[in-house]
């Protein structure tokens, strides 16, 4: 294919995967019957609203005591399902994983549960367990290290690919049996990411607990959801900004051992 027919063709798909997200968007806003306009005027209003109302008053300042330990409780929720979920996703990955797996078999089925596991939203696990836990920390628990379940399976196997099969293949020469394959040689290799990866998703539950405590009643999102549907909008504010400063705090700690260890 010549150069100017190439990039005409380049062009012209373009072109046409903008026309078709203009027509998506304007179909959109007509079944959805948006304003724009209106939309757009609001802005103003609503920062002014936000500005009046999400500001801790002294009631708010009362209730930091018990905001702190609904906070904690969220915190440890995510901190223990991220660590537990880990362990677990590590033994599947080297059932999975094509340097490490003991049968071909074992392949397919241990990446295909990682793949249920990782695609479910974390607020759909929630929903789902609470048929059987109702409104406890169970549900937010069990939902987190769903998730984390998947992701971390997902991801180490694909690191334990890369690690290579030479130091695999080194150690069976000498006559090495599959445990002391996988304690001397796959996790130390494989041990930097993992400790990332699960710093990762320390910091995306504790994010993601505050929804799930908004759908099961517990933790930092269930005192959320109801200081703002009594109208407590200063409480509820304290609340945005004490889970913003713990999130930023740990980002910070994470980050810093990120460094440390890669």
């Known amino acids: 294919m010549q150069p100017d027919a190439f990039f005409r ?30 939309g757009l005027s609001v802005i103003p209003r609503a920062f002014a609203w936000g500005i009046a109302n999400f500001v801790p008053d002294e009631r708010a300042w009362a209730r930091l005591p018990r905001i702190l330990e609904k906070l904690q409780e969220t915190v440890l929720i995510a901190v223990a399902s991220s660590t537990i ?16 797996r003991p049968h071909p078999w074992f392949s397919l089925p241990a990446r295909a549960i990682a793949s249920i596991f990782r695609n479910i939203d974390v607020s759909v ?49 000498t006559g090495a049996g599959y445990t002391a394959i996988i304690s001397q040689s796959v996790i130390p290799a494989c041990l930097p990411q993992l400790i990332s990866w699960v710093l990762y998703m320390i910091e995306t539950n504790i994010r993601s607990a505050t929804l799930v405590g908004i759908l099961t ?42 460094r440390t260890i890669l």
Do not use: C, H
């Open 9 to 38: 063709r380049r062009r012209i798909q373009s072109a046409l995967f903008f026309l078709a997200m203009v027509a998506m968007t304007y179909g959109g806003m007509v079944l959805t019957q948006f304003d724009l306009v209106q």
């Open 85 to 100: 979920a880990s362990i677990f996703g590590l033994g599947l990955a080297l059932l999975g994983a094509n340097t490490t």
């Open 125 to 173: 696990w929630a929903l789902i367990l609470l048929f059987s836990f109702g409104q406890s920390g169970f549900t937010g628990f069990f939902a987190l290290f769903f998730v984390t379940f998947g992701f971390i399976t997902r991801v180490m196997v694909e690191t334990i690919d890369e690690v290579g099969i030479e130091p695999v293949e080194a150690l069976r020469a």
């Open 217 to 258: 009643g517990t933790g930092i999102g269930f005192l959320f959801d109801l200081y703002f549907k009594n109208f407590s909008y200063g409480s509820a504010s304290l609340v945005v900004l004490a889970t913003v400063a713990v999130v930023l705090l740990i980002e910070t700690v994470s980050n810093y051992i990120r």
